[in-house]
């Protein structure tokens, strides 16, 4: 029961997404809320997503939320019930925000401003009722008697009931640096091993830094540990001066992030992932008969820039320069090795500082998904990031946060 006797019924810590709505939340539901931000700024991450755009849902039913996250997804049933994909659509809208969606699903404001996403949910904030304490980072989160002490730089304050929603590692320049795993750990959860997700993966392979700044729309990847695939995607593929980016490579970097020996592994590169094998095989036989004194590069069955039809063709071991004509089998079959199976070596990623979301995080089996309240404290909720829930790229992770954050605001007020 919160009490009086408490300087604010609730304290929620952590002006992020999540924060943001569970502040939102309780405080229209009539409790004295704070929120407690680090930064001069509330929703830094918001800010910067999305290319300063904010992909802040994915175009499908809560379902798709649920199927996106594998595994992790049952502990989203409940917060999508409360708070899922049309309600955050129409929350924007109602706050003069009106969204779009793009071919891949993604949906983004009409006005490509991640600022507008930000400072909707200030003035849906300020309406609350909500108390903002900005660049007022909790330096402690403490139990006392039936609630929390919490101390900040400029003072100690009670509380009948915490919300952490303090992130987690991810984009550390915007105040995540893990704060809330300690008090969370502290207070006897555990703590599933963190990494950096939705991460560029880092190459040493000179010929992926010559190709930096071509985007290839439809391509595959794999990761492999040897032969052995551990994960396959199919999208749009970047290749940047340190290795690999693009929403395909962020899909699967948290296989290369979480494996204990990340330089052991390997990348495979689908140029043609609309065909084949057999089909990329039948179609240089046709065209070295039929096309001979072509170049080689011209007729290979890819649609993607010359240089790196080229770099198709080095890694094939033949001339750049070399005409179609005469295409033995044992080129031909090397040829459609590496058009469908280009191997190149991994060395890690870029780590925290260039990570969209953490994966690990606070273990779900300690939070009830029900209401989002820590089965181990009386009183105390997670949501957002510091929870061990990741999902793809796509604005998955941002409907988890608005999610998690309005149920727990909801719970810990006591609707």
């Excluded at 033949?318 to 005469?326: H, N």
Aim: charged fraction near 20%; include cysteine; hydrophobic fraction near 40%.
């Amino acid at each position: 029961m919160i009490s009086a006797a408490w300087d604010w019924d609730i304290a929620v810590v952590g002006a992020g997404a999540a924060g943001l709505m569970a502040a939102i939340r309780a405080a229209e539901l009539g409790r004295r809320v704070v929120l407690l931000e680090k930064n001069r700024k509330v929703g830094v991450k918001i800010l910067m997503s999305g290319g300063t755009r904010c992909n802040i849902t994915h175009d499908c039913d809560d379902r798709g939320i649920v199927a996106a996250y594998g595994g992790q997804g049952k502990f989203l049933h409940s917060p999508l019930a409360a708070f899922g994909v049309r309600d955050t659509i129409d929350f924007f809208h109602a706050e003069g925000v009106p969204t779009k969606v793009e071919e891949t699903g993604k949906v983004f404001p009409v006005s490509d401003r991640a600022l507008d996403v930000q400072q909707a949910l200030l003035r849906r904030l300020q309406r609350s009722g909500a108390t903002l304490g900005n660049e007022e980072p909790a330096l402690d989160v403490i139990r006392e008697g039936d609630g929390f002490r919490l101390t900040t730089p400029r003072r100690t304050l009670t509380a009948g009931r915490v919300i952490v929603t303090t992130g987690g590692l991810s984009f550390p320049g915007c105040g995540t640096t893990g704060d809330g795993y300690k008090w969370a750990t502290a207070f006897g959860h555990t703590l599933v091993p963190t990494r950096p997700a939705l991460v560029p993966i880092t190459t040493a392979v000179p010929w992926v830094a010559d190709l930096r700044g071509i985007t290839l729309p439809d391509a595959g990847v794999r990761v492999v540990e040897g032969d052995k695939p551990l994960g396959t995607k199919r999208g749009s593929l970047l290749f940047a001066h340190f290795g690999l980016s693009g929403p395909v490579v962020l899909d699967l970097s948290r296989l290369v992030s979480g494996h204990p020996a990340p330089s052991s592994l390997g990348l495979e590169i689908d140029f043609a992932a609309t065909l084949r094998e057999p089909d990329v095989d039948e179609h240089l036989k046709a065209e070295s008969l039929a096309s001979g004194k072509k170049l080689l590069a011209s007729i290979l069955p890819v649609d993607v820039p010359a240089r790196v039809c080229e770099a198709i063709l080095t890694q094939a071991g033949l001339p750049t320069d070399r005409k179609a004509a005469g295409l033995s089998k044992p080129d031909r079959q090397r040829l459609v090795a590496a058009i469908k199976r280009c191997r190149l070596g991994v060395t890690g990623t870029l780590g925290y500082a260039k990570a969209e979301v953490t994966a690990g995080g606070v273990s779900l089996a300690e939070v009830d998904s029900r209401d989002l309240r820590s089965k181990l404290v009386p009183g105390l909720y997670l949501a957002g990031e510091i929870l061990d829930l990741d999902g793809p790229i796509g604005g998955y992770n941002f409907q988890a946060a608005w999610s998690t954050g309005w149920l727990a605001g909801q719970s810990a007020a006591g609707a």
